[in-house]
């Protein structure tokens, strides 16, 4: 059984989102552990809802981002990772970190990458007129939000929204998208050749 992995700085829904279709599905996979860099991060309380082991690494007891990450990889070891999922976990990791778990270390973007990366996405999206948004798992790689796109899913952007509406409509399609690309790297349903990832047995990558 491969064991997965979940790092969260918040609420954990798309945690909560992943663990539940892995038990529905019954994948050959468990959600062996959810780390957080937040003591106060309110996924941990889902994940322990869920029997899942939690354990937070705070970010404020270290001098660097280098010592964070050492400490951060450590623990993420103890428990095997095969698959390790950024969900919602808002720290920018270094290279040598991206790189000691690179291939198997996703991430979901709100937005449909390579447009609007980084931050404040939804506020971006809307003053850029987009009629057209969504969300993005990629793999993680050094450089922030441009890894391989595994899968992306479509939200229309409605004439009145609000960065507030945009961001829960953008949410509800990751509970759907997140689940599923996670679902595919456990079953080894993934292949990358020059940048480009695709499932091997041809199955959509991209949600409407």
């Keep these: 059984m491969k064991n997965i992995v979940v790092l969260i700085s918040g609420r954990g829904s798309n945690l909560q989102a992943i663990a539940k279709v892995c038990a529905a599905e019954a994948w050959n996979a468990r959600v062996a552990a959810v780390i957080s860099n937040r003591a106060d991060a309110a996924g941990r309380d889902v994940a ?13 007891g270290f001098a660097s981002r280098e010592a964070f990450d050492a400490n951060l990889a450590t623990a993420i070891e103890r ?3 095969d698959v390790l999922v950024l969900a919602g976990f808002m720290r920018i990791l270094t290279p040598a970190f991206v790189r000691r778990f690179e291939g198997r270390m996703v991430n979901v973007h709100p937005s449909l990458l390579p447009a609007f ?23 993680v790689t050094p450089e922030l939000d441009h890894g391989p796109i595994i899968a992306q899913a479509v939200v229309p952007v409605l004439a009145d929204d609000t960065e507030m509406s945009l961001a829960e409509r953008v949410l509800a399609a990751e509970h759907r998208l997140y689940p599923m690309a996670v679902g595919w790297l456990v079953q080894g349903s993934l292949r990358v050749a020059d940048g480009v990832v695709r499932h091997r047995a041809g199955a959509a990558q991209l949600l409407s």
């Excluded at 322990?48 to 404020?60: F, L, R, Y």
Aim: positive net charge; charged residues 15%; glycine residues 10%.
């Design 48 to 60: 322990a809802a869920m029997g899942i082991a939690t354990e937070v690494v705070d970010h404020h």
């Design 79 to 81: 428990h095997a990772p």
């Design 117 to 139: 990366a980084g931050l404040h996405t939804h506020r971006r999206v809307l003053q850029a007129g987009c009629k057209l948004s969504g969300a993005t798992v990629h793999f």
